[in-house]
Every structure is written in C-alpha cells, then in structure tokens.
C-alpha cells in the first residue's frame, strides 16, 4: 500500500533564510509525486511535481524539490523564503483509480506548518 | 477560464441530518474527486466520479455518497451527520486521459455538525 510520512509537523524559520520540507513515500508501483500548498483558509494549490524523467523538478514561487528513489524521498527546498511563503504544505503519492481516465487518485501526508518569521 | 468551484462555502449542521456540498469541475475536466480535511490532518481521499459512475471508494462509510451529472459536476451527500464529520471538503477535477495530469482542487466547503 502506498502511504506518505512528513517528517517535520512544524518548521519555523526566519525570512531569507532556507528552508527544507522532507517528505518520505512507501509505494510498490512507479510513482508520481506533488507538493501542494495550503494557505489559510483556501483549498490546495500545486506548487511542483515528479512524473518522470530529472529528478530536480522546480515549480512556482521558487520551490524545488529533488525526488531520490533509493531513500523513498521527495524533500520540497526553498533557497530564501518570504513571509508570505507561510502555510500548509502536503506531499502526496498519486495511485491508480481502476476504471476512470487514469487520473488517480491522491494520498497526502499530514501536512507540514511552515511558519516564517520576520 | 473559472476553476473548480464548490458551495456552499461554509454551513452548520445539526448532528443526524443530512448534507448535500456540490461541486463544478474545471472547464474541459471530466473526472472528479472528493476529499475531506479532518483540522489539522492531510486532506483523504472519498471517492472519485468518472462517466457518472463511482470509480473507487476510499474508507468512508455508506452515508457518504455523490452522484455526477452528465455536465461533469458534481454532489457529495452525507447522511446521518456526527460530529466527527466536521471537516474541510474538497472537491477536485482533472482532464480526461493520462497519468500526468494535474489535479486542481476548489476551495472547499466548510461543515461544521453540532
């Protein structure tokens, strides 16, 4: 079964400073993998994500991510951040959903509070 | 180009009465997913609709159920309401055919059972 473990619930960090949201996955089939921000009270914004190929995938706002198969890991980097880079941050594994047009279905860890202070 | 879209926004509910959250998936998508947020946990999936049918079901038990209409939208149905149903619920879409792409979420509809 595919299941995804974030390692930190809490990351404070001061502005400009970097900063590194690990992520770690169990799945017996390939994978895809994503980052999604949550800001206060909104839904769930993609911010990057791995389906193949480099494995150093950047998306929007400056974040990276590397996805690392041997260590079962997809840890999400920001070089400097911002205070408005504060919120709720969610890796996910997407799994198969038999039957539909293969978009599948997505499994989200619990969720790591990235708290930026000035 | 309006994105998902999802009412109501917020609502309270008295504990065993029933819920219907409705859902407009993106333009052009035809597969849609509901999630629900617990406070503080990672959003889990419930179900997913495609061609009007339910397609794979996540652990949630039988008072939760949705229906897709022929314009892809979407409603999600809750019976019975217990407190532990207060939640976040997302609805989510995305585009017909290959693994790659990418799965928009609305803003979700806040339920609060009391």
């Known amino acids: 079964a595919q299941s995804v473990t974030q390692l930190d619930s809490q990351v404070p960090v001061f502005e400009e400073a970097p900063v590194e949201l690990r992520c770690n996955y169990s799945s017996s089939v390939s994978v895809y993998l994503f980052w999604y921000v949550q800001y206060p009270n909104q839904g769930l914004q993609l911010l990057l994500k791995?389906?193949?190929?480099?494995?150093l995938v950047k998306g929007i706002n400056g974040f990276e991510a590397e996805f690392n198969k041997s260590q079962t890991s997809f840890h999400l980097r920001k070089p400097s951040v911002h205070i408005s880079d504060t919120a709720e941050y969610f890796c996910?594994?997407?799994?198969?959903?038999?039957?539909?047009?293969?978009?599948?279905?997505?499994?989200f860890g619990q969720g790591t509070t990235l708290q930026v202070k000035p | 180009d309006a994105g998902v879209t999802q009412s109501p926004t917020h609502l309270i509910k008295t504990r065993g009465q029933q819920v219907t959250l409705r859902c407009s998936p993106k333009?052009?998508?035809?597969?849609v997913s509901w999630y629900q947020q617990a406070l503080g946990q990672g959003p889990q999936f419930i179900f997913q609709y495609y061609e009007e049918e339910e397609r794979q079901r996540g652990n949630f038990p039988d008072r939760f159920s949705g229906h897709q209409f022929p314009n892809y939208s979407s409603e999600l149905n809750v019976n019975a309401l217990l407190l532990g149903d207060s939640a976040l619920y997302l609805c989510?879409?995305?585009?017909?055919?290959?693994?790659?792409?990418?799965?928009?979420f609305g803003e979700g509809s806040w339920l609060t059972v009391v």
């Open positions: 791995y389906l193949s190929g480099s494995t």
């Open positions: 989510a879409s995305s585009p017909l055919g290959g693994s790659g792409n990418t799965i928009y």
């Open positions: 333009s052009g998508h035809d597969t």
């Open positions: 996910a594994v997407r799994v198969p959903v038999h039957g539909s047009s293969n978009t599948g279905k997505l499994i």
